[in-house]
Nanobody
Framework: QVQLVESGGGLVQPGGSLTLSCAAS????????MGWYRQAPGKQRELVAS???????NYADSVKGRFTISRDNAKNTMYLQMNSLKPEDTAVYYC??????????WGQGTHVTVSS
C-alpha cells in the first residue's frame, strides 16, 4: 500500500524556519531516491530537494544553503529543514520518490506560507 503523509507546515515570517516531515510506506521508502516537491500558487510542481538511500543530497538552486533534506530509514521518515524562509517559498510541499512516474501517487501535501 502506498503511503505518503506530509506534515509540519504552517505560517512563518520571512527569515524564519520550519521542519517538514514525511511518513512513507516501507515499499516507497526503500527506493533509491526520494525528494521534496513544492507547488506554489499558479506554478508547476517542482523538485526542490532529493536524497538517496546512502544520504547523497541535491537541491534546487533556489533553496541551496537554506534547506536541508534528511531521512531516517528505520522510521520510514524523511525531513526537510527549512531555514531563512522567503515569501517565494510559499507553496504546498509534497514528498515522493524521484522521479515520479506518470500517474504516480501523491499525498495531500503540507502548506507552507511565508509572510509578514
Amino acid at each position: 500500500q502506498v503511503q505518503l503523509v506530509e506534515s509540519g507546515g504552517g505560517l512563518v515570517q520571512p527569515g524564519g524556519s520550519l521542519t517538514l516531515s514525511c511518513a512513507a510506506s516501507g515499499s516507497i521508502f526503500s527506493v533509491l531516491v526520494m525528494g521534496w516537491y513544492r507547488q506554489a500558487p499558479g506554478k508547476q510542481r517542482e523538485l526542490v530537494a532529493s536524497i538517496t538511500s546512502g544520504g547523497t543530497t541535491n537541491y534546487a538552486d533556489s533553496v541551496k544553503g537554506r534547506f536541508t533534506i534528511s531521512r531516517d530509514n528505520a522510521k520510514n521518515t524523511m525531513y526537510l529543514q527549512m531555514n531563512s524562509l522567503k515569501p517565494e517559498d510559499t507553496a504546498v510541499y509534497y514528498c515522493n520518490i524521484v522521479p515520479v512516474p506518470r500517474g504516480g501517487y501523491w499525498g495531500q501535501g503540507t502548506h507552507v506560507t511565508v509572510s509578514s
